[in-house]
């Protein structure tokens, strides 16, 4: 089977993926020459009654829970299409912005359902990237031949709808996830025509080996990254510091940045200041020039002979001003080895702040470890394959407790009309406890005032109050009535 691409776009019910439930899912297959194959697919899955959306984001969409109650699939029929037809071998999942955004959702969707939440992006010579780090080192260093769209202070911007607009790709309904595919396709075959070299460099050096052996090969190379400013198209050139091992990457040094002020910091002074990140340029605080890469997260790097007379004018940085600072970083190994002693003080930190907090729901637990035992995983793909009657009487006992605490949620979202009146009881209980946990702060009552206040607004065209309308009945029809 051939390499292919597949680019795909949601539509969420919020922002965060612990918290939010996909409303719609569209992709569309292409080849490597950005060709579609096949028809596209485009579903709605089914909103549950333990989730209270975002009516900000539902005005965004205009996708309603109701309309994914009447027309969706459950998320355990959504997968088994999207295991068996979509993450074929060889398959590349493309987006804008699916790292950071949709594959996450992905991930909690597979988890949820007692698939393991990553293979679908990484076995069977699966993969995965991301155009809109290609975007902004595409205008960064090679800009020719594309319109780059302003805001209306004249900053650079590199949202979809701005390049659609810009270059004439056609996008003729923004937030709908099928519409965005569509765009991001043609945007990606605009990218590779104007400016092929690069496109097929980053397309070629995507995987985690790749970028591994570019960060670690001791020499600064140019990185683009969203936490880099504006000013300067999100790039700089960077050198590796120091390993990240719970992240799996490195600590980069910005050569944009004399490291002269750091070298006589402690590590606890420089984990302060880490802290403390700007993105505003120049910043109005002292800031610590670095930041983690992480080498699983496609991100846009290159060699540093990407670098022209041009292209460092245009992002503010001289190769002199490059070697001055890096003679001065490897000059000094203590600040380096300081460095790595705050990633330990920043990482034990985080550690002893997560064990503080009030024990999570099973729901947001994906990241607590992977599933290791494995009768847990011949359980969970007997689970996926079965009806509610053949899991009830399976009644599997897993060693990951997760997965225990998972099932009952499992059962209910996903076979609600099967329920018994044992399992209806237990599935009140557990709305209530969910949506109206908290009294005055529960995502209850913040979901209505939020209501409220929209409903106040002075743009409240008829289409926007009949969605507010339709969201007030949803979240009156999904509560849990209170003995």
Not at 156 to 173: F, K, P, Q, R
Not at 300 to 323: C, E, F, M, R, Y
């Amino acid at each position: 089977m051939a390499l292919s691409l597949f680019f795909y776009d949601l539509e969420t019910s919020g922002i965060s993926p612990r918290e939010a439930r996909i409303m719609q899912f569209a992709g569309r297959r292409t080849d490597l020459n950005m060709k579609p194959i096949g028809e596209p697919y485009n579903y709605l899955i089914k909103m549950t009654p333990d989730i209270l959306p975002d009516p900000e984001a539902i005005l965004l969409t205009g996708i309603t829970p109701q309309a994914t109650i009447a027309d969706g699939l459950t998320e355990a029929e959504f997968l088994k299409i999207f295991t068996k037809d979509i993450a074929t071998a060889e398959t590349v999942f493309v987006g804008y912005n699916t790292i950071r955004f949709d594959d996450e959702f992905m991930r909690f969707l597979h988890y949820r359902n007692f698939y393991d939440a990553y293979e679908w992006h990484w076995a069977d010579k699966r993969g995965r990237w991301d155009l809109l780090d290609v975007v902004r080192m595409t205008r960064a260093l090679r800009p020719d031949g594309i319109k780059w769209p302003v805001d209306d202070n004249g900053k650079a911007t590199n949202t979809l709808v701005g390049l659609s607009t810009m270059n004439d790709l056609e996008h003729s309904h923004a937030h709908d996830a099928l519409s965005d595919v569509d765009a991001t396709i043609a945007l990606a075959a605009l990218l590779q025509a104007q400016q092929p070299k690069l496109f097929e460099y980053l397309f070629a050096h995507r995987d985690k080996k790749s970028v591994e052996q570019l960060v670690l090969n001791d020499k600064p190379f140019v990185y683009t990254s969203g936490k880099y400013p504006a000013e300067f198209d999100k790039t700089t050139v960077v050198q590796s510091v120091c390993s990240h091992e719970k992240k799996g990457g490195a600590v980069v040094y910005d050569l944009r940045h004399d490291p002269i002020p750091f070298t006589k910091m402690s590590p606890k002074e420089l984990a302060d200041m880490w802290q403390h990140y700007c993105r505003e340029w120049p910043c109005p605080h002292p800031k610590l020039p670095v930041k983690t890469l992480q080498f699983n997260r496609c991100p846009a790097v290159a060699p540093i002979s990407v670098l022209n007379d041009d292209n460092q004018k245009h992002i503010g940085l001289s190769i002199d001003t490059i070697n001055k600072n890096l003679a001065i970083l490897n000059a000094n190994p203590e600040f380096k080895n300081n460095i790595s002693k705050a990633v330990v003080l920043m990482d034990d930190k985080r550690q002893a702040s997560s064990a503080q907090q009030e024990p999570v729901d099973v729901d947001n637990q994906l990241y607590d470890g992977f599933v290791s035992a494995a009768g847990d995983k011949t359980s969970m793909s007997v689970i996926r394959a079965s009806s509610l009657l053949d899991i009830a009487e399976l009644e599997p006992a897993f060693k990951d407790q997760r997965l225990n605490n998972l099932l009952p949620l499992y059962k209910a979202r996903n076979y609600p009309s099967e329920l018994s009146t044992d399992d209806i009881i237990k599935w009140d209980e557990f709305r209530q406890q969910r949506l109206l946990g908290a009294g005055n702060s529960s995502r209850a009552a913040k979901y209505f005032e939020k209501l409220g206040k929209l409903a106040e607004g002075s743009n409240l065209t008829p289409e926007r109050q009949f969605i507010l309308e339709e969201l007030q009945l949803y979240g009156q029809s999904v509560l849990p009535t209170i003995d």
